[in-house]
């Protein structure tokens, strides 16, 4: 099983890169072999890859930025996989791309399953939503739509949490935003475990389409920090709650996004951990490998 990986130096692609020995080759493409702003190069590098899925972990993940660059998050994140998913449809290649809740509004009363409307409200989640529409014209496409991704590799809320827990006496967390974290090393086993069945399936398989991916259960923001942050004995931070708008970040954020992953676990037959476990098992070998 031979994946080529567009990213190679973020959250999920390390995490994937992690998991695959024994069980996939991945070939890791960083920005500097391949930039997404270049779509012809995207083409290009698929068209010449001898491999048996591509995978794309890459994107313009920043959301407040993004409401200043639009350009070039919809470059990234919608032209580039658009781009992708063409040249794997060339080439008769599955294709798997990662989505995001911010195509939500927060707007619900209970967890978003694929069906729901999509009505972003930032930049970031318009070009995620764009990318996941050029995308799924590929009939061998999938997007995994996740949300609040966590693992022990590059920049996330829980490794960011922790850090700043060290640093500051008090550390002030949204109460106000609810969501489901998304384990990214379960992510990845996932990514890599199920690879060879999206490499033998034909067209139309409904392993192939647009899921939800994200660990069981619902919380807030607040209470996905202390979670990972009691597990720190040399942590200083006593946790204030605080609101969405007091942070004013440039961006809005969907105020609850949590997603259902019914349609994961119906087609893979794949049972999400509950979120608490594995932000407690992260956060521990997270510590383990700070300063004492
Ligand atoms: N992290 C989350 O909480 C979260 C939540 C929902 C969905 N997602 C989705 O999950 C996927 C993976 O996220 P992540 O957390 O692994 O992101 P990440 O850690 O921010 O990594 C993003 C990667 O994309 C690369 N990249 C950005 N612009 C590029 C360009 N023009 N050309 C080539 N590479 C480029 C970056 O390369 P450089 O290192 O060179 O910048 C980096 O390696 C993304 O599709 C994201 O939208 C993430």
Redesign the pocket.
């Known amino acids: 099983m031979r994946i080529l990986q567009?990213?190679?130096?973020?959250?999920?692609?390390t995490a994937v890169q992690a998991a695959a020995p024994g069980r996939a080759e991945i070939v890791a493409l960083?920005?500097a072999d391949?930039?997404?702003?270049i779509s012809e190069a995207v083409r290009a590098a698929i068209l010449a890859a001898d491999c048996d899925l591509v995978l794309n972990?890459?994107?313009?993940?920043h959301v407040d930025p993004a409401e200043a660059r639009p350009e070039e998050a919809f470059s990234?994140n919608a032209a580039a996989p658009g781009a992708m998913a063409a040249a794997c449809a060339e080439r008769d290649l599955p294709f798997v791309h990662?989505?995001?809740?911010?195509v939500f509004d927060g707007l619900t009363d209970r967890p978003y399953v694929e069906s729901d409307e999509a009505r972003p409200l930032n930049v970031y989640g318009r070009s995620?939503l764009a990318g996941e529409q050029a995308v799924l014209a590929h009939s061998k496409a999938v997007v995994l739509r996740?949300?609040?991704?966590f693992s022990r590799y590059?920049?996330?809320?829980v490794s960011f949490m922790l850090r700043l827990a060290r640093e500051r006496e008090v550390l002030k967390v949204v109460a106000d935003q609810f969501g489901t974290p998304?384990d990214g090393e379960a992510l990845a086993d996932f990514l890599v475990a199920a690879a060879p069945r999206w490499t033998a399936a034909s067209a139309g398989d409904p392993i192939f389409g647009l899921f939800h991916f994200a660990n069981a259960g619902e919380t807030s923001r607040f209470d996905f920090a202390k979670a990972a942050i009691d597990r720190d004995p040399l942590t200083r931070a006593r946790l204030e709650p605080t609101t969405q708008a007091a942070f004013a970040e440039p961006a809005p954020r969907p105020p609850r996004s949590p997603l259902d992953t019914g349609k994961l676990q119906a087609v893979f037959g794949f049972t999400p951990e509950p979120w608490r476990p594995a932000v407690e098992r992260t956060a521990d070998r997270l510590v383990a490998g700070f300063p004492a």
């Open positions: 567009f990213g190679r130096t973020g959250q999920v692609a960083s920005r391949c930039d997404l702003e972990t890459a994107a313009f993940t990234v990662l989505s995001t809740d911010a995620k996740i949300s609040w991704v590059g920049r996330n809320y998304t």
